[in-house]
Structures are given as structure tokens and as C-alpha cells.
T-cell receptor
Framework: GAGVSQSPSNKVTEKGKDVELRCDPI?????LYWYRQSLGQGLEFLIY????????KSGLPSDRFSAERTGGSVSTLTIQRTQQEDSAVYLC???????????FGPGTRLTVT | DQQVKQNSPSLSVQEGRISILNCDYT??????FLWYKKYPAEGPTFLIS?????DKNEDGRFTVFLNKSAKHLSLHIVPSQPGDSAVYFC??????????FGTGTSLTVIP
């Protein structure tokens, strides 16, 4: 079946602009995660959605970052007033209810100039 | 504050030999550990996991060992194959919500 998809695959934006990154999880997966990986770093947790529960936003680095998940499926990560330090690969993952095993998308490479 | 550490950024191993990738963690509340493999321009793919009630889990050529007292886990690949060349990340969780990842070890298996 189809895996996790993310769009766009690459995004170049000017400092100060807003960007939206999209994630389509695997159908039926109730949990959805957003991570980012900066150059030379590990994956940094950003936000976690589980079913209809309130999301765990504890990893969001600032109030410029927000995410929503509509209808328990597609998720959008929004970064407002982008800064150069936001440049990274943003990864989305989903998992089945009760499973720790996450399935990752290919990521969106964001470059802020 | 890096709660999961992979201190070796790279490792080279001859084909057919054993690859040992190491991971250390600081949070004693972590109770589930996973290894992921990542090829360039792709997302990580799940490889193998272990819960804190076990000290070993095996799946084919891959075995994960957990030493809770030392807060250390390792991934053994034997025999190593050229297709195993990738970046390997370990990850740990205490709640199933947040997963903490290491910075990765780049494995090169030399034919």
C-alpha cells in the first residue's frame, strides 16, 4: 500500500515568509509525528498527534511553528516568518494505534535564504 | 540536551564481518528502543526494536542488545552486506509520545 507522503519535496523561501508543509500519513494510522533534522544533527521531535486527543506540542521550538491535523488524516506544519535557522529537512511519520514503529515519509527539505 | 547519543559518526566494515553500532542514553525512564536505517534522500525505515523488559531481540542478521544498568544499546549486523551501507539512528521513548533520536552512525560495508 501507499506509504507516508510529504509535499513539497523541496522548498526554498525567503527569510520572513510563511511556509506550509504537508503530510499524508498511511491510511488507518492514528498517530502522526513531525520531526526536523538539521545538518549534522539527529531527528528533533516537534509535535505528535494521536487520534482525537490534544496534540503534544512540547517539541515546537517557538510560537512561529504550528501544526494541525484535519479529520485525523492529513497534517500541515506551518512556519511563520521563517528564519535561516529553520532550514532543515522536515520529516513526518505515522504509526498504528498501540505501535511504537513509525513509518516515515521522504521529508521536505526547507531552505530559508 | 542530547538524551540519546551515538558517539561514532561513522563506521567501516568489511563485507561478511560483523558491524556493531552503539547507542547510549541518559534517561532511565526510557522503556522502548528502536533502530532505524536511512538511505540518502529517503525517510528512515524501521529496522528492529526492543522493550526494557528484554535484553536481546533478534531478527535475521540483526540483533539488538540492551544493557539497562549501563544505559547502553547496540545493534549487531552479521554478516554485513554492501546493501547495509546507510545511516543508522537509534531512538528511545518513555511515553510513546516523544521519541528521542541519536545523531546517527554512517555505516559503510566494503565489498
Amino acid at each position: 500500500g501507499a506509504g507516508v507522503s510529504q509535499s513539497p519535496s523541496n522548498k526554498v523561501t525567503e527569510k520572513g515568509k510563511d511556509v506550509e508543509l504537508r503530510c499524508d500519513p498511511i491510511s488507518g494510522h492514528t498517530a502522526l509525528y513531525w520531526y526536523r533534522q538539521s545538518l549534522g544533527q539527529g531527528l528533533e521531535f516537534l509535535i505528535y498527534f494521536q487520534g482525537n486527543s490534544a496534540p503534544d506540542k512540547s517539541g515546537l521550538p517557538s510560537d512561529r511553528f504550528s501544526a494541525e491535523r484535519t479529520g485525523g488524516s492529513v497534517s500541515t506544519l506551518t512556519i511563520q516568518r521563517t528564519q535561516q535557522e529553520d532550514s532543515a529537512v522536515y520529516l513526518c511519520a505515522s504509526s498504528r494505534d498501540g505501535s511504537y514503529e513509525q513509518y516515515f515519509g521522504p521529508g521536505t527539505r526547507l531552505t530559508v535564504t | 540536551d542530547q538524551q540519546v547519543k551515538q558517539n561514532s559518526p561513522s563506521l567501516s566494515v568489511q563485507e561478511g564481518r560483523i558491524s556493531i553500532l552503539n547507542c547510549d542514553y541518559t534517561n532511565s525512564m526510557f522503556d522502548y528502543f528502536l533502530w532505524y536505517k536511512k538511505y540518502p534522500a529517503e525517510g528512515p525505515t524501521f529496522l528492529i526494536s526492543i522493550s526494557s523488559i528484554k535484553d536481546k531481540n533478534e531478527d535475521g542478521r540483526f540483533t539488538v542488545f540492551l544493557n539497562k544498568s549501563a544505559k547502553h544499546l547496540s545493534l549487531h549486523i552479521v554478516p554485513s552486506q554492501p546493501g547495509d551501507s546507510a545511516v543508522y539512528f537509534c531512538a528511545a521513548s518513555a511515553t510513546g509520545n516523544q521519541f528521542y533520536f541519536g545523531t546517527g552512525t554512517s555505516l559503510t560495508v566494503i565489498p
